[in-house]
């Protein structure tokens, strides 16, 4: 696995050294390999909500898990045949090998079978190719810095993207059970929240941005202020460099408190599905792209919502950047509690924390904020 990492971080990745072909090849056989386990173990490995949309287009998903598999193997053929270290190559070929024999495309389907327990195996490969095609080419063509794609610490970041979208049930049981609990014991409070429902949708929408922006600024910078929940915030905040997979590096502790935290007004205040899941969306992609390597010059209307350059002035590593843009959506809240900072035409000129505290690596930044200072 060490060789396999080396490879994927070698900096000879020219055209023609089978290093582009090795990696595509290599993510090819991953993601073909874990359909195939989606295929095996759906009632453990797929969202729940989604098996009925598996079931109708199963024959469809199986023709793409044939040209991803075959399209893996080819790639890898070429990776071996041009690349002197070959490790990309066979491990891909492995790997292509591997899914096979468990039945490739026609990998026996238990699609039929429930469970109420489930990882979200394909939440995450969903979500990694929806993103990764939106903001990839969108960073290669807009960007603000060149770095690589592969940036430093790429795979920390992917870790902690990956373990929020597998365990997405469990975060989003554990983060929603403040708002039912105050829902159970405020039913007194029903023809208020029916009220808020029947408002037309573009008013609720705004009305949850704007709550939910609120709510978020108050935990946010509490995360700054107290330094037993800074220990928490620090790890999010440790990121050496920014782009559209930088903002999944949160502490699982934080993600549960900030998800409980933000939905409460959303939920106990009874606004309507529609506008809920639209805001959902929306934040889903925001919080992407204010954290994205892109340079756009938006004028008066970065003054008007959160964009690139006021939220990386928040991660930024120089003293004037220290708690500042705490908001997620409008910077007037930062305006009208004094943490408002974005200096005309510049961005930060680093990231992170001074001195980097924080200890490379899921497992040590897992145990960071439980760690005791002395010695």
């Not at 080396?6 to 073909?32: Q, T, Y």
């Not at 060149?146 to 979208?165: A, G, K, N, V």
């Not at 007194?188 to 009305?207: C, G, H, K, Y």
């Not at 408002?340 to 990231?351: T, V």
């Amino acid at each position: 696995m060490k060789s396999v990492m080396r490879e994927v971080d070698s900096p000879d990745r020219r055209f023609g050294s089978g290093w582009i072909s090795g990696f595509l090849g290599l993510a090819l056989a991953v993601a073909g390999l874990a359909i195939v386990l989606c295929f095996w173990y759906p009632e453990w490995l797929t969202v729940q909500d989604a098996r009925q949309f598996y079931s109708n287009y199963e024959q469809m998903i199986r023709v793409l898990l044939s040209l991803i598999l075959v399209g893996a193997f080819f790639l890898g053929i070429v990776s071996t045949l041009l690349r002197q270290q070959k490790v990309l190559g066979f491990t891909t070929i492995t790997l292509v090998l591997i899914a096979t024999l468990m039945g490739g495309s026609k990998a026996t389907s238990k699609l039929e079978l429930t469970s109420d327990v489930y990882l979200g195996l394909d939440f995450f490969l969903l979500n990694l190719i929806f993103l990764g095609v939106l903001f990839i080419p969108i960073e290669r063509l807009l960007k603000r810095v060149d770095q690589p794609i592969l940036r430093y610490e790429w795979r920390e970041d992917l870790l902690y993207f990956f373990i929020s979208t597998l365990f997405v049930q469990s975060l989003t049981y554990l983060s929603l059970a403040p708002s039912l609990t105050v829902l159970a014991t405020t039913e007194w409070a029903s023809s208020v929240r029916d009220t808020i429902a029947s408002q037309p949708f573009f008013i609720q929408f705004l009305e949850i941005m704007f709550l939910t922006d609120l709510a978020q600024y108050g935990f946010h910078r509490t995360f700054h202020k107290v330094p037993s929940l800074w220990k928490f915030h620090a790890v999010h905040h440790s990121a050496q460099a920014m782009d559209w997979l930088a903002g999944s590096r949160m502490h699982v502790a934080e993600v549960i408190l900030m998800r409980s935290f933000t939905t409460l007004p959303m939920y106990v205040l009874g606004f309507a599905e529609a506008p809920l899941y639209a805001y959902v969306f929306f934040v889903y992609l925001l919080s992407v792209f204010i954290h994205a390597n892109i340079r756009i010059p938006f004028g008066f209307l970065q003054y008007l919502i959160a964009t690139p350059r006021f939220h990386h002035w928040h991660h930024g590593i120089e003293e004037e950047a220290i708690d500042k843009n705490f908001a997620i959506h409008f910077p007037v809240i930062d305006m009208v509690f004094g943490t408002f900072h974005m200096p005309e035409d510049r961005w930060p000129e680093g990231y992170g924390i001074d001195g980097h505290p924080v200890p490379k690596g899921f497992w040590k930044q897992l145990k960071y904020p439980f760690r005791s200072d002395k010695g």
